[in-house]
């Protein structure tokens, strides 16, 4: 009552009524908490972490301006150097994977079967379930004596010795990318579920009728109008990805002899084990530049479509 | 409206309360009470908030919760302690120190006096002070926590770090003890690998354990990863290349190849499970072992690390109590820590593990628990041996950075792999002065 009744009347103050009369100006004034959230939560650390990382800072300390001393020092730090390698190959890898896992789960789960919807929901499971405490049951199953992996593995016969997944350089990585694809195929495959339900049936009628047959079916209908939420998932899952730190900090800390070691793992034993948070600073953006051109090239396309 | 200034009577009494007055007395009341605590907590009791580790051993943070409610009953001073993981304790240092808020008191770990000693507060009178009171403070305290000639912690013990090895084992293969030296050692697991009975040095990512054995290693052989001025790399020596040859031996004729994946825990799951003859730990196992192992406590035995070439060396955690610049509570807690390091509170503490810590002050090599049992006395004369990475150096920034990448742990690492002597030691050399060349 009181709002209609103020409604009704109007209000004393010119000003007022301008800027309310406005809407691109009453516009502002109802986003302007989420941008201020933005700039506080977001904006400032983010610039700051780019200032730090121009800087010599170490803990405790203001350090000086040192332009990008940091980043080419990098570049000549083999550690460093391995660190991007295995950075991508665990990127590249996990997003391909579950790209492809995600698809055909995806087709899977959009056909009639009995409890769908109960599967649809269990399959949620790795992505709700807290990282930390599933990756810790993932580091007991790869356990160099307990593994349970390696127990059914010799028990059917597949190998002949234990594996050593978290002990040797080349399993480490295997054993990360597994986790790693693991956890994040639920979102590619609800995600390309999501997308699969929206192609009008009408179309695979029509192809039917023409004769297609499901792989053609598939090739020139559900890939193509899969694309714009393909793009999508890949390119939050490869941002995700490169800043992953959960799984294998707890799987290998980025071991052994630094096979598994990645940006966020080598930043945070540097920034704040060792306390240069300078260099811990450049380790976690040096990728930026790259992925900030993936992202607008991304959009483009996106919006283009 | 009417209905507020209506009388409410309340049920049973008989009595009226009018809601006003109701409100009028609650409100009091409430004023009175926040003013009662605001005086107790602002103005009256001092508090002064500790962070610190989660003890592999529950029964010793449970003595610590008891000496804070001892001592707040005792002086008024109210002590909060906070215990967390160890390895999430340099994330909430480094969080305190840029943000200059915090607890008062940090538990620092090995070189985290040197560290973050511009954030730490001299504590030169408390040092001296309690060096005075109890017989002098062992040399290694002195590496750790002094830093410029001036005390920026007081040392609050080392988990001492021994051999620990299995006693009915080594007497299949002939040794009634365990041997003194490097080249014995070998010798010892490598018969006893030939029986089944595999030995195991952690030479994964442990910040604990594959460090604590592997730096003692490389000392032995000659080997040093800086010089004395802890600037300059002095990893290209014979001295390394004898200590990698060793590492390498000892992983193919001796350990289990799961060494490469450990943790800091691995081990100690390995030897409770009766899968380990013989591994570099604290006295966590044989502590385990009362309660999960009964069987085994009675063939587990501790030894000290074996001498080699230059000498014998050892390299356990040291743990540190700093009080930040930014306290406002710093001559409490300089007190409460002298409290808590005096003979009472801190033989109390010290006794519940068994092993678990040792103190490094000279008094406490003589505390009652090293004659508790026979087994954990070789643990006392740990410290004497005890030297911090950056060794012959001092324990500084630079030399942190180094561990905490593993540098000297992937050294062995590569050569038990296959990688040459020369090879692996050019690598490492590589690192390193990438590391030394910021000091």
Redesign the interface.
């Known amino acids: 009552m009181a709002s209609i009744a103020h409604a009704e009347r109007p209000s004393g103050l010119p000003w007022l009524r301008r800027f309310t009369a406005s809407e691109a100006l009453t516009g502002y004034f109802l986003i302007s908490p989420a941008v201020f959230l933005m700039a506080v939560l977001l904006a400032y650390p983010f610039v700051l972490a780019v200032w730090i990382s121009l800087t010599d800072r170490?803990?405790?300390?203001p350090g000086k301006f040192v332009g990008l001393a940091n980043f080419l020092?990098l570049l000549?730090?083999?550690?460093f150097r391995q660190t991007v390698w295995n950075s991508f190959v665990y990127t590249f890898s996990t997003v391909l994977l579950k790209m492809v896992l995600g698809v055909i789960l995806a087709l899977i789960l959009n056909q009639q079967m009995p409890c769908r919807n109960l599967i649809r929901g269990a399959l949620l499971l790795p992505w709700i379930v807290p990282t930390s405490l599933s990756v810790l049951t993932w580091l007991w199953m790869f356990?160099?004596?307990?593994s349970i992996v390696n127990y059914i593995l010799l028990g059917l016969g597949v190998i002949s010795r234990k594996v050593?997944?978290?002990?040797?350089?080349f399993w480490?990585m295997v054993s990360v990318i597994i986790v790693n694809t693991w956890r994040g195929l639920p979102f590619f495959a609800v995600s390309l579920l999501a997308g699969l339900m929206t192609i009008p049936k009408e179309l695979y009628e029509a192809a039917e009728t023409d004769g297609a047959r499901a792989g053609r079916q598939f090739w020139h209908i559900t890939l193509p109008l899969l694309q714009p939420v393909i793009a999508v998932v890949v390119l939050f899952s490869t941002i995700w990805t490169f800043a992953d730190f959960q799984i294998v900090y707890i799987l290998?800390?980025?071991?052994?002899?630094?096979a598994t070691q990645i940006f966020a793992t080598m930043a945070?034993?540097?920034?704040?084990?060792?306390?240069?948070?300078g260099e811990g600073s450049a380790i976690s953006l040096f990728l930026f530049p790259a992925l900030l051109v993936v992202i607008i090239l991304l959009l483009r396309y996106l919006r283009r479509e | 409206m009417r209905q507020t200034k209506k009388p409410s009577t309340g049920p049973g009494t008989g009595r009226t309360v009018s809601r006003r007055a109701f409100l009028g007395v609650t409100a009091s009341a409430t004023a009175a009470l926040s003013f009662g605590t605001f005086i107790r907590s602002g103005l009256g009791a001092a508090k002064v908030n500790v962070l610190t580790w989660s003890n592999t051993l529950p029964a010793m943070d449970d003595v610590l919760r008891e000496q804070a409610k001892q001592y707040t009953k005792e002086k008024g001073v109210e002590i909060s302690f906070e215990f967390i993981n160890q390895t999430d304790l340099?994330?909430k240092t480094?969080a305190a120190?840029?943000s200059g808020a915090g607890p008062d008191i940090i538990t620092l770990w090995s070189d985290g006096p040197h560290?973050?000693d511009?954030?730490l507060v001299d504590v030169n009178d408390l040092a001296d002070g309690l060096g005075k009171d109890l017989k002098g403070w062992t040399n290694i305290a002195k590496d750790i926590a002094v830093v410029n000639k001036t005390w920026k912690a007081v040392p609050w013990g080392i988990i001492p770090i021994a051999i620990t090895y299995r006693t009915d084992w080594a007497k299949e293969v002939g040794y009634t003890k365990f041997p003194d030296t490097y080249e014995e050692m070998l010798v010892l697991c490598r018969k006893m690998k030939e029986k089944g009975h595999y030995s195991g040095f952690a030479?994964?990512?442990?910040i604990g354990d594959a460090n604590q054995s592997h730096y003692p290693m490389l000392w032995a052989h000659g080997g040093a990863e800086c010089r004395e001025d802890g600037k300059t790399v002095a990893i290209n020596s014979p001295g390394t290349a004898k200590a990698v040859d060793y590492v390498r031996q000892l992983f193919k004729e001796a350990e289990?190849?799961?060494?490469?994946?450990?943790?800091d825990s691995?081990n100690n799951?390995?030897f409770l499970?009766g899968?380990l003859a013989c591994t570099g730990n604290a006295a966590s196992i044989y502590w385990a072992e009362q309660k999960n192992a009964p069987q085994l406590r009675a063939v587990t035995d501790h030894a000290l690390w074996p001498k080699g070439p230059a000498g014998r060396f050892g390299y356990s955690t040291a743990i540190s109590l700093g009080i930040f610049r930014f306290s406002k509570s710093q001559q409490e807690s300089k007190e409460f820590i002298r409290w808590l390091l005096t003979p009472k509170q801190y033989s109390a503490w010290m006794g519940i593990g068994e092993g678990m810590m040792a103190g490094l002050l000279n008094y406490y090599e003589d505390d009652p628990v090293w004659k508790k049992d026979p087994k954990l006395e070789v643990i006392r004369e740990i410290p004497k041996y005890v030297r911090m990475p950056g060794y012959p150096g001092p324990p500084t920034?630079y030399a942190?950075?180094a561990m905490?990448?593993?540098v000297i742990v992937?050294m062995f690492?590569?050569a038990s792999?296959g990688m040459s002597t020369p090879e692996t030691i050019k690598?490492t050399e590589?690192?390193l002065r990438?590391i030394y060349s910021?000091a």
């Open positions: 170490v803990l405790g300390e020092k000549q730090d083999s550690l356990d160099s004596l307990f050593q997944w978290l002990g040797d350089p480490a290998t800390h980025g071991g052994p002899i630094n945070y034993d540097v920034a704040l084990v060792a306390g240069r948070i | 340099p994330a480094a120190v840029e560290l973050h511009k954030a030479l994964g990512r442990s289990i190849e799961d060494v490469l994946s450990w943790d691995s799951r390995a499970a899968e920034r942190a950075e905490v990448k593993y992937n690492a590569r792999k690598q590589s690192e990438e910021k």
